[in-house]
């Protein structure tokens, strides 16, 4: 069974830094994509930024700058840098991985339970 599992976030006050991290576990054959998104209560999850296993980030243009993707393939962790914080940015934070496991040899799409982040004008 694959698992994500997120850490960090909490609270801040404008202008501060915040690192998140997402690190996956269980029956990995291969990690494609990951990519971290962020929910409002009320409003549709959006992508903040996004890996693939080789090539280019991409951010979404109200983090650009500001926020760093990363993510370390040989813990199976991805992490997310979040310096220069405005209180928009406040919302439930949540990781992704496109995953193939071992068993099925089938890649889906799995989530982290989701972190709160907080910042405080």
């Known amino acids: 069974q694959v698992q994500l599992v997120e850490s960090g976030g909490g609270l801040v006050q404008a202008g501060g830094s915040l690192g998140l991290s997402c690190a996956a576990s269980?029956?990995?054959?291969?990690?494609?994509?990951m990519g971290w998104y962020r929910q409002i209560p009320g409003k549709q999850r959006e992508l903040v930024a996004a890996i693939p296993s080789g090539g280019n980030t991409n951010y979404a243009d109200s983090v650009k700058g500001r926020f760093t993707i990363s993510r370390d393939n040989a813990k199976n962790t991805m992490y997310l840098q979040m310096n220069s914080l405005k209180p928009e940015d406040t919302a439930v934070y949540y990781c992704?991985?496109?995953?193939?496991?071992?068993?099925?040899?089938?890649?889906?799409?799995?989530w982290g339970q989701g972190t709160q982040v907080t910042v405080s004008s």
């Open positions: 269980g029956s990995i054959f291969s990690i494609n994509r």
């Open positions: 992704s991985a496109d995953i193939v496991d071992h068993g099925l040899q089938v890649q889906r799409r799995y």
